[in-house]
């Protein structure tokens, strides 16, 4: 009979986990964004631009001239510690998943994601889909929101079309 794959509750908690990344990147580039606009920083479209230019947004001080500085970026580690390692903090030894084995190397997979979340993020406020100050509430928390997209066989807004998904993100995911 094969293997039936994982069930309703293992697929929504990885739907959850997986858009935990998304919206915690979000908040990050908000931040980051939100923080280095005045009157003498680049305008935030530009500040994408640098932040994509080489990938720089992997790389620790933002310099991607530096191979041996990739994925040491204050935006990764930060992504990585507060959406993976802190959920992972105690989590039980279920040898029949030999999570050992998946502690010491499943952490790739986390990084993938949180490297293609970043990506989303910063391609999202440059091109203006998503705005530095809307992703703050009134009192100046951060509340990730992906926008609505009119989707034209529905006739209907939804966030699905820039969700965080395996289907929008999934094969920039696995490139990295």
């Not at 980051?32 to 530009?46: C, I, M, N, Y």
Request: hydrophobic share 35%; proline share 6%; with cysteine.
């Amino acid at each position: 009979m094969g293997n039936p794959g994982p069930g309703p509750n293992a697929t929504r908690r990885l739907s959850v986990w997986r858009s935990n990344f998304g919206s915690t990147a979000l908040a990050i580039m908000a931040h980051f964004l939100a923080s280095s606009t005045d009157d003498t920083q680049p305008p935030v479209r530009e500040t994408c631009n640098e932040l994509l230019d080489g990938f720089a947004f992997l790389f620790q001080d933002l310099d991607p001239s530096k191979p041996e500085n990739a994925y040491r970026s204050q935006f990764l580690l930060q992504l990585l510690a507060h959406t993976h390692l802190r959920p992972c903090i105690g989590c039980p030894d279920v040898p029949r998943l030999d999570t050992d084995a998946l502690k010491e190397h499943g952490v790739k997979g986390a990084i993938s994601l949180s490297c293609a979340a970043l990506e989303r993020a910063i391609r999202l406020f440059q091109r203006g889909q998503l705005h530095v100050d809307d992703q703050f509430s009134s009192r100046g928390k951060a509340t990730a929101r992906t926008p609505l997209k009119l989707n034209k066989s529905s006739g209907k807004e939804t966030s699905t079309a820039l969700s965080f998904s395996e289907q929008n993100w999934g094969a920039c995911t696995r490139q990295y």
